[in-house]
């Protein structure tokens, strides 16, 4: 029994001392090691592309590398747990897609009273009868209530306003003296005071009709 196992041993021992078969246990150890070093680099740069932490990157080869050449491909499953599971330019391109939603529903026009969907060619909201817009008289296009002039003509709102207040309100004259009959003693003050009287109860008799 002894001598089989001699003989086996024996045998074994020459196929591991032929120099073909030594070289390409080297070389298979030598693959392992590199494969040890890429999948540390590997871990490197994937935390890079997964994380904006300047130490992560490290702390990823690190943690591959002290698992030595024997458990790193458990270090490499670990590893793919615990990553970030989305990359910086996916979270990037995920966040300018929301922010492009956001802002074509900002650019569809709502009702400030409401905030119903309105079109732009409206005057008044249908639901609360709010004002949205308002027509230029000169051009007859839509302007927004906000607009201190048109765009499309360049009426001044502003300045219109004022000269038509301004037209709208009374004028009275003051009489001349040439104009007083003669004898007349009532001075040219109670005349202006009596004229301006008239002319506010007439108005409040029109008011009243």
């Known amino acids: 029994?002894?001598?089989?196992?001699?003989?086996?041993?024996?045998?074994?021992?020459?196929?591991?001392?032929?120099?073909?078969?030594?070289?390409?246990?080297?070389?298979?150890?030598?693959?392992?090691?590199v494969l040890w070093i890429a999948a540390a680099y590997w871990a490197f740069r994937d935390m890079q592309g997964r994380s904006d932490n300047a130490i992560a990157p490290y702390l990823a080869a690190t943690f591959i590398i002290a698992f030595t050449p024997i458990l790193f491909p458990l270090a490499v499953f670990t590893y793919r747990i615990i990553r970030p599971q989305e990359r910086i330019g996916d979270v990037y391109e995920r966040n300018l897609a929301e922010e492009a939603m956001l802002a074509e529903i900002e650019a569809i026009p709502h009702?400030?009273?409401?905030?119903?969907?309105v079109d732009s060619a409206w005057i008044i909201c249908p639901t609360c009868r709010t004002r949205l817009n308002r027509v230029c008289p000169n051009c007859s296009r839509l302007v927004g209530l906000d607009w201190s002039l048109c765009a499309w003509c360049g009426r001044d709102f502003e300045r219109h306003d004022a000269i038509a207040a301004s037209a709208a309100a009374p004028?009275?004259?003051l009489p001349s003296r040439e104009a007083l009959p003669a004898g007349?003693?009532?001075?040219?003050?109670?005349?202006?005071?009596?004229?301006?009287?008239?002319?506010?109860?007439?108005a409040d008799g029109a008011s009243e009709r």
């Open 111 to 117: 009702c400030p009273a409401c905030d119903r969907r």
């Open 171 to 173: 004028i009275v004259s």
């Open 1 to 33: 029994m002894d001598q089989i196992f001699q003989t086996i041993g024996d045998a074994v021992g020459s196929v591991f001392d032929n120099p073909v078969v030594q070289l390409a246990g080297e070389l298979l150890v030598a693959y392992w090691v």
């Open 184 to 202: 007349d003693e009532e001075p040219i003050g109670a005349r202006f005071r009596t004229s301006v009287r008239g002319t506010s109860r007439a």
